[in-house]
């Protein structure tokens, strides 16, 4: 059974830090991508980031570069998503998923086949 557990969230202030955790079962990395992807109240779900421990592809969204930073624990079979200087528009919940090994450029929720429950970032200004 595939599962993904996220970890991490919290309430932090403007120019915070916080590392989320995705922690996956019933497949490896060999199998599928996975993606960062959030979701603010009112807004469309994003991509956030993504990674690829096949090809070692990664993508950011442009309103993450240099702020975020995505990478795998293959043998932890585990994402984590280091964020740093938040800010208050970074608010969301942060979902992971899988993705195809080979997503190319398109860090997608469509894509997805899995997602975890969720969990909730909160930065205050």
């Known amino acids: 059974e595939v599962q993904l557990v996220e970890s991490g969230g919290g309430l932090v202030q403007a120019g915070g830090s916080l590392r989320l955790s995705c922690a996956a079962s019933g497949f490896t990395f060999d199998d599928y991508a996975i993606g960062w992807f959030r979701q603010a109240p009112g807004k469309e779900r994003e991509g956030v980031s993504c990674i690829s421990s096949s090809d070692g592809n990664t993508y950011y969204a442009d309103s993450v570069k240099g702020r975020f930073t995505i990478s795998s624990d293959n043998a932890a079979n585990t994402v984590y998503l280091q964020m740093n200087s938040l800010k208050a528009e970074d608010t969301a919940v942060y979902y992971c998923?899988?993705?195809?090994?080979?997503?190319?450029?398109?860090?997608?929720?469509?894509?997805?086949?899995?997602w975890g429950q969720g969990t909730q970032v909160t930065v205050s200004s």
């Open positions: 998923a899988t993705l195809p090994v080979r997503f190319g450029r398109t860090c997608v929720y469509e894509l997805s086949l899995y």
